[in-house]
């Protein structure tokens, strides 16, 4: 069975502070890692990862991956209110035909002013 | 581009009622996934189609059906509704369904 583990499950920090998220996984037929950000309802993209040591950045956040560890970080420095959210690591998988996504429970980041 | 839509966007049912949720996918997307989120949990997977045809299904009971038409749009349906069907449902689409998902807002169902 697909599993997908985050740590922490939460986390309380003050702006300006730098976070680092973990995710650790196991998916038949890997494709890709995903990362998600949820405030409200709607999962917000933020990185699809596919090759193992590579770092994608975009401003603030950034993530890499480790297909022989089986796992994910999401960084984010410079910590502002606005990050305050869920954030979903999810890798791709294919069961057949089917592709899915696999999500962890989510660490939920508490950025305080 | 409009993005992913659902609708509707909260729902209040009975336990024992049957539920339609609908989704649009965005345009040009040809795949439609559908994914469960109960509180403080990730979205779980339900089904996958493309050009119409159910991709993939997951741990689900039978109550859980959906379909796919002719303009791409999804819609869910669950017979018998449980206490536990309680969720936040969100419809991802994608071009191919096998990278590139967008999800919508989501439809909040309280089952009472």
């Known amino acids: 069975e697909d599993k997908v583990v985050q740590s922490p499950l939460s986390l309380v920090v003050h702006e300006g502070d730098t976070v680092t998220l973990n995710c650790s996984y196991e998916v038949t037929n890997f494709r890709s890692l995903l990362w998600y950000k949820q405030e409200k309802k709607a999962p917000t993209f933020l990185f699809m990862l596919?090759?193992?040591?590579i770092e994608k950045k975009s401003g603030r956040l950034s993530s890499i991956l480790d297909k022989k560890e089986l796992f994910s970080i999401l960084n984010i420095t410079a910590t502002q209110t606005g990050d305050s959210a869920i954030y979903l690591c999810?890798?791709?998988?294919?069961?057949?035909?089917?592709?899915?996504?696999?999500f962890g429970k989510g660490t939920l980041l508490t950025v305080n002013p | 581009d409009a993005g992913v839509t659902q609708s509707p966007t909260h729902l209040i049912k009975t336990r024992g009622q049957h539920v339609t949720l609908r989704c649009s996918p965005i345009s040009g997307h040809k795949s439609v996934s559908w994914y469960q989120q109960v509180l403080g949990q990730g979205p779980q997977f339900i089904f996958q189609y493309y050009e119409k045809e159910e991709r993939g299904r997951g741990n689900f009971p039978d109550r859980f059906s959906a379909r796919q038409f002719p303009n791409y749009s999804s819609e869910l349906n669950v017979n018998a509704l449980l206490l536990g069907d309680s969720a936040l449902y969100l419809c991802?689409?994608?071009?191919?369904?096998?990278?590139?998902?967008?999800f919508g807002s989501g439809t909040r169902l309280t089952v009472v």
């Open positions: 596919t090759s193992s040591g």
């Open positions: 991802a689409s994608s071009f191919t369904g096998d990278y590139g998902y967008t």
């Open positions: 999810a890798p791709s998988g294919s069961g057949g035909s089917n592709y899915k996504l696999t």
